[in-house]
């Protein structure tokens, strides 16, 4: 398999992915946090995983011992092209002052935009519904009882059709990660087309200036005991959490068992909530005085509540209502 340093090298690491104004583009917490290797084939990465672990014996002695290995199966996961249009009217730009900041600062949404598309993709994604697109995490650990997968989906209870999940991703080359297809440009890309005449729907033609986004990437889970699912965690119940009342999930002992699921967990694993779920487990987590949760200081400078030392990342993708996993 194609393979970069050992160092960790997360999206947000590349050079190319900046605004238009030059400055570091912020993109989405889980994109800062994965790691992110080359693909070896066109818009795709072929490489394996992990089926099986090797034998162990205790072994007395005079006896023998088995021989094994670990078993690998063969994983093709493929990439998509994300990409979005931007159009200004000339006139607007050239009416600025700072013609180029001007342009920047229409654009900046892009960047949020592009970052929004591909976290989505990566929870959500489904090739049945859109066949540009790629599966994302809830296409494998979408029940209790799926080989392999099912093992690590925790279900927290709710039975109707606002629920939530938190997942906890141990990121790494070996493990889960990011790619981009072979011999394409790595991150977020922009470029400037300058001044065009833009048709618009009635017919007529408008002097504008044009920008196109393009990102291409993908997600490969090369180990799927480093990935926990938590869910079936009724949104409507979290509004009682930290009250002498509190009907909702048990956060706290479910996050533990999370961590305890996933063998060797690293220093890069990290728990992805919505807004409405990470309130919720502050809320338990300070009403008990509760001394595993703490503030953690990250490299890419972000200060994030941890509990037992995993950074909780909010993802607002997670915001949505999930049906019933079971």
């Not at 470029?191 to 044009?210: C, H, N, Q, S, T």
């Not at 063998?263 to 595993?292: E, L």
């Amino acid at each position: 398999m194609a393979t970069l340093s050992s160092e960790r090298v997360t999206w947000k690491d590349y050079a190319s992915q900046k605004d238009p104004d030059g400055k570091a583009a912020k993109i989405i917490d889980i994109l800062d946090d994965m790691f992110v290797i080359p693909g070896n084939k066109e818009y795709g990465l072929q490489t394996t995983q992990l089926a099986s672990d090797p034998v162990v014996t205790i072994r007395g002695v005079n006896e023998g011992m088995t021989s094994s290995h670990a078993s690998f199966k063969n994983l093709q996961v493929n990439a998509s092209l994300f990409t979005a249009l931007g159009v200004v009217d000339k006139e607007l730009v050239d009416a600025a002052d700072d013609k180029m900041g001007f342009r920047a600062n229409v654009n900046k949404p892009f960047i949020g935009a592009m970052g929004k598309k591909l976290a989505n993709q990566l929870f959500k994604g489904s090739k049945s519904s859109d066949a540009q697109g790629f599966n994302g995490l809830e296409q494998f650990y979408k029940a209790t009882t799926t080989k392999y997968y099912g093992d690590y989906v925790l279900a927290a209870g709710g039975t109707g059709t606002d629920n939530r999940s938190i997942w906890l991703i141990d990121w790494g080359e070996d493990s889960v990660c990011g790619f981009y297809p072979k011999n394409t440009e790595v991150g977020l890309q922009h470029k400037d087309y300058g001044e065009e005449l833009i048709k618009l729907d009635d017919g007529k033609f408008m002097p504008a200036y044009r920008d196109m986004w393009e990102w291409r990437a993908g997600i490969a889970v090369r180990n799927y005991k480093k990935i926990v699912r938590i869910a079936n965690i009724d949104a409507s119940a979290l509004s009682t959490a930290g009250q002498t009342t509190d009907g909702s999930a048990d956060l706290l002992n479910l996050m533990i068992e999370a961590i305890e699921s996933i063998p060797n967990i690293s220093p890069r694993a990290r728990f992805y909530c919505g807004r409405k779920v990470k309130t919720a487990f502050v809320k338990k987590a300070i009403g008990k005085s509760n001394a595993f949760l703490t503030m953690e200081n990250l490299t890419n400078g972000k200060i994030t509540p941890a509990f037992l030392g995993v950074p909780i990342r909010l993802c607002e993708v997670l915001d949505a209502d999930e049906t019933l996993v079971s």
